[in-house]
Structure formats: C-alpha cells, structure tokens
C-alpha cells in the first residue's frame, strides 16, 4: 500500500511540501495521484502524474501545486505554495493501480484506488 504522508500548520501565503513514500509498488509504473478531503465535502482529486509523467491538476491548485516523483525514493511529492485557507483538508496520495490518470470528465476520480496513503491533516490559518 501508498504509505506516508506528512502535512502539517501553515499560514496563508506560505508554502508545504507533503511526502508519500509508496511501499508495494513502483511509482515509476504507476499513476500517482493526490486527493483532499475537506470537512463535510467529498473526496476531490487534485494532482496526479502518470506513469509516462502526464500531469493534471485541478482548476483550484493549478499554478499553485506541483506534483513530482522521485523514483530512487520511491516517492511521490506535493508542493504547496500560496497556500490558501480553502486548502484546508485531510490530504491522500493514492495509485490506481495503472499507468494512467483516472480523470473521468475532466475530474480525478477517487474510484478505483488500488492503493491509498494514510491521510494527513493540512491546516492553513493564520
């Protein structure tokens, strides 16, 4: 399974860099996504890079998050900047399994995750 995921305190403005280091499979093989679960909203998929490096990002991060691999770690990276108090959220990373972004209409979908890292709390407040 995905593992490892690090978040943290922030004040608007400011940058984060979340951490999964996947166990159980290659992130080189594997499309690697992130997800964000605000309170009392749905699962929302915000980043993900294909196995051939394809990139997606959703409207709201675009130009403010960056997804990255690092395949000797085994890891798959976040960075966070200008961050926003509406980035408020429990934060995934997650595979599906298969070399391809699962985006169904223009949107990451949770469905289908083979693999799941424990999620972490990303707060930003001032």
């Known amino acids: 399974a995905a593992a490892g995921v690090w978040g943290g305190l922030v004040q608007p403005g400011r940058s984060l860099r979340l951490s999964c280091r996947a166990s159980?499979?290659?992130?080189?093989?594997?499309?690697m996504s992130w997800f964000r679960q605000a309170p009392g909203k749905e699962r929302e998929g915000i980043s993900c890079?294909?196995?051939?490096?394809?990139?997606y990002y959703e409207d709201s991060v675009k130009g403010r998050f960056t997804i990255s691999r690092d395949i000797a770690s085994n890891t798959v990276y976040l960075q966070m900047n200008s961050l926003k108090t509406d980035d408020t959220a429990v934060y995934f990373c997650?595979?599906?399994?298969?070399?391809?972004?699962?985006?169904?209409?223009?949107?990451?979908?949770?469905?289908?995750?083979?693999?799941w890292g424990r999620g972490t709390q990303v707060t930003v407040s001032s």
């Open positions: 159980g499979l290659n992130v080189a093989n594997y499309a």
């Open positions: 997650a595979s599906p399994g298969v070399m391809g972004c699962t985006v169904v209409n223009g949107d990451l979908s949770h469905h289908g995750m083979d693999y």
């Open positions: 890079i294909s196995s051939h490096g394809r990139l």
